[in-house]
């Protein structure tokens, strides 16, 4: 039996669509609008059109979106004081600085100068230890949207088996951090894991993030399983550029119950989230309660 094909750009419309609706009735009953800041340094062409679309949609969500963007030459201490400015606005609920920075700007620096209650990234080292602690906490906007769909598609996560492929800072360690939160049995295997193929095969829930295109084919996938695909890699194919994921999707999809497409798959979720995290994020400094089904 073919895989469901789980619609990530439905999913992104629809919790942009509660984002929307909370962030009225903040603005009715509070006379609160939320406020998302985003940096930019420098002229990165894909970093230009993430931060376009953020600030797209954060307006259609009826908040404020305040853009900054600096010359790639931005000193450091530069950066640190517009992050300081940003940390005493009370009209700035969330602060992202845009990733990657220029080389000469140290970014853990930067990230951790960011007040964490305003981290919508879930990037600073004190959201970071309250995941790993399974705390409450600020949590990343993509494995945040990975978490929501694989809620909506199965009645329970607990004690099932998750494998996450990809040990990185941004997707696999607090995506991994969530699945144990919500009681899976859950493995990171990364480049030196012995036999992938075979410890694939044991998962309830294929997490792939590991920016190998197509790597993941369907005898890494056990029969019904569900298989979220992180990857978004640019390839070459008959002449023309394609974006494919770190999944093989035609000989996965032919194993798996359910999984994730690229593009339209996880993609859509991660400005979502983010969008949800800002939610949150005013929600909690102003002491109200925390939006349903947007959070960890
Ligand atoms: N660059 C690519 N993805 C991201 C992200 O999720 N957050 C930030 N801050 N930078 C990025």
């Known amino acids: 039996m073919a895989a469901e094909i789980i619609d990530g750009k439905a999913f992104a419309a629809k919790v942009r669509e509660k984002v929307a609706t909370q962030v009225a009735r903040l603005k009715a009953d509070h006379g609160l609008v939320?406020?998302?800041?985003?940096v930019?340094?420098?002229?990165d062409p894909a970093s230009q059109v993430y931060v376009r679309s953020k600030g797209k949609q954060t307006v259609e969500c009826g908040m404020n979106s305040y853009e900054h963007k600096l010359e790639a030459t931005t000193s450091e201490a530069d950066l640190l004081a517009l992050i300081a400015r940003l940390n005493a606005d009370a009209a700035v609920h969330g602060i992202l600085?845009?990733?990657p920075l220029p080389g000469h700007i140290n970014e853990d620096l930067v990230i951790n100068t960011i007040d964490p209650a305003k981290d919508v990234d879930g990037f600073h080292i004190s959201n970071v230890g309250l995941l790993g602690t399974g705390q409450k906490s600020m949590v990343p906007c993509t494995p945040l949207g990975c978490l929501m769909m694989l809620r909506a598609h199965h009645a329970s996560l607990s004690g099932l088996n998750a494998?996450?492929?990809g040990r990185s800072n941004i997707v696999g360690k607090?995506?991994?951090n969530l699945l144990l939160k919500d009681s899976c049995?859950?493995?990171?295997?990364?480049s030196r894991t012995k036999d992938l193929a075979a410890l694939c095969r044991g998962a309830d829930i294929l997490v792939a993030a590991v920016g190998r295109p197509e790597m993941i084919t369907g005898d890494y996938?056990?029969?019904g399983a569900t298989v979220i695909d992180v990857g978004i890699n640019r390839i070459e194919r008959d002449g023309k550029t394609k974006l494919v994921g770190d999944v093989d999707f035609a000989s996965a999809a032919a194993v798996a119950g359910a999984i994730t497409p690229v593009p339209g798959g996880v993609g859509p979720m991660t400005i979502a989230c983010?969008?949800?995290n800002t939610l949150t994020a005013t929600c909690r400094a102003n002491g109200l309660a925390e939006p349903e089904g947007l959070t960890a």
């Open 274 to 276: 983010l969008l949800a």
């Open 34 to 38: 939320p406020g998302l800041a985003v």
């Open 97 to 99: 600085v845009q990733l």
């Open 185 to 190: 049995t859950v493995t990171i295997a990364h």
């Open 40 to 43: 930019l340094v420098g002229e």
């Open 221 to 223: 996938v056990k029969p």
């Open 174 to 176: 607090p995506m991994a």
């Open 163 to 165: 494998v996450v492929v």
